[in-house]
């Protein structure tokens, strides 16, 4: 009977906090958006680069950074700690972590319309877990990361799904 209230408690669980619902929503969205762009890049006469990043690597590179930005709204505190260590092992690893930071952000300004999608999703993930807190469900880092990424990514199935389905009308 436990183990029964406890999976009804878990499926009414974005009813008790809407923003997960948000979150879904926003990564369904991202994946409708994704879907979309995917022939909008391949038709475009590019670099063999650009054309090699918009096939077979554009969903893995797209879902990754959706996971990394869910990892990094999920556990800073953790990250945050194991990076600061291991700037503070040598000078030369700071250097390396800084121009790393500095790189990767001077190349989402370069891409406002990938930065806004970053920052969107950021703030949808940290909305959920301030209403999962809100609730008092704060579960170790480590396993609301893998929620969090598992909801994420089945809205952009969804997304991606719901796009096939209607065949790109939606784009």
């Known amino acids: 009977m436990r183990l029964v209230s406890a999976v009804f408690g878990f499926l009414l669980l974005p009813l008790r906090a809407p923003m997960l619902l948000?979150?879904?929503?926003?990564?369904?969205?991202?994946?409708?958006?994704?879907?979309?762009?995917?022939?909008?890049?391949?038709?475009?006469?590019g670099t063999p680069?650009?054309?090699?990043?918009?096939?077979?690597?554009?969903?893995p590179l797209q879902c990754g950074q959706a996971l990394l930005v869910v990892l990094l709204c999920t556990m800073p505190d953790l990250l945050l700690r194991e990076l600061s260590e291991l700037m503070a092992a040598s000078k030369a690893l700071?250097?390396?972590?800084?121009?790393?930071?500095?790189?990767?952000?001077g190349l989402y300004l370069l891409h406002l319309a990938v930065l806004s999608e970053v920052l969107i999703l950021a703030s949808a993930v940290l909305l959920a877990r301030l209403?999962?807190?809100r609730l008092r469900l704060v579960p170790p880092p480590l396993l609301a990361a893998l929620a969090l990424c598992a909801w994420v990514l089945a809205g952009i199935l969804l997304g991606r799904a719901l796009h096939h389905s209607l065949g790109g009308y939606l784009g």
């Open 49 to 59: 680069l650009q054309n090699q990043f918009a096939g077979p690597w554009f969903w």
């Open 22 to 45: 948000v979150l879904f929503g926003v990564s369904a969205y991202m994946g409708l958006h994704w879907a979309d762009v995917v022939p909008q890049l391949l038709d475009q006469a």
């Open 94 to 105: 700071t250097l390396v972590v800084t121009l790393l930071v500095v790189i990767t952000g």
């Open 131 to 133: 209403d999962l807190t």
